[in-house]
């Protein structure tokens, strides 16, 4: 079956710090990965996507590279701030169209000034 | 705007009484509407998700069940909760379609005690 495998956490930065949450996932045919962001007692917010390998998804200084060959989806910021401090969960999307996600366990971010 | 409400916010409910949560979506007509529960440690995990009115797919057996009574409308119910129904439930849309984004709504916060 599919799965998605993210560091846990917590992951505590500088405000400034490089970030990379690792995800990596297993899936048969060709899935959509995606970054969601969880701020605390709110839903989730769609952070950024890829729907095929060597895409690269972007959104508020953070992006991730579909890798199909290293089946990874890793998370980057160049400089954090104390606001980007959330829970991030890293998800695929199998397709087929009705399909639920398969989501991670979430990766707790904080963020100190 | 595609808005997906939710209702209520917060529950806290005794073990053996009733459950009703409700989820609406707005600007978007027979979306795939799913149901998402977060547990602590658990990570995120797929309920049941419907493809149109009265049609529902359930991912996991257990205490719950769903109905889609109208087209923008999308419920969760029980007989009688358990402590372990206790958590984060989530209401996601898809407008359709094999490669479309799932949004999430805001969240239902339950205790059950």
């Known amino acids: 079956g599919n799965s998605v495998t993210q560091m846990e956490g917590p992951v505590t930065l500088s405000e400034e710090a490089f970030l990379t949450i690792n995800c990596t996932y297993t899936?048969?045919?060709?899935?959509?990965l995606f970054w969601y962001v969880q701020y605390p007692g709110e839903g989730l917010q769609l952070l950024l996507k890829a729907t095929k390998a060597d895409d690269k998804g972007s959104n508020k200084g953070f992006e991730a590279t579909y890798r199909k060959e290293t089946t990874s989806f890793h998370l980057e910021k160049g400089s954090v701030q104390v606001s980007d401090s959330a829970v991030y969960f890293c998800?695929?999307?199998?397709?087929?169209?009705?399909?639920?996600?398969?989501f991670g366990k979430g990766t707790h971010l904080i963020i100190q000034p | 705007s595609q808005t997906i409400h939710q209702w209520p916010a917060t529950l806290v409910q005794p073990v053996g009484s009733p459950l009703s949560l409700e989820c609406t979506v707005e600007?978007?007509?027979?979306?795939?509407l799913y149901w998402y529960r977060q547990a602590a440690g658990r990570g995120l995990q797929l309920l049941f998700y419907s493809v149109g009115i009265g049609q529902i797919s359930s991912e996991v057996p257990q205490n719950l069940s769903a109905s889609r009574p109208q087209d923008r409308q999308f419920i969760l119910s029980s007989k009688k909760l358990l402590l372990s129904d206790s958590g984060f439930y989530l209401c996601a849309r898809r407008a359709g379609g094999g490669t479309d984004t799932q949004y999430f709504g805001p969240g239902t916060r339950l205790t059950v005690l």
């Open positions: 998800a695929l999307d199998p397709g087929g169209g009705a399909d639920g996600l398969t």
């Open positions: 600007g978007t007509s027979n979306p795939n």
């Open positions: 899936a048969t045919g060709y899935p959509s």
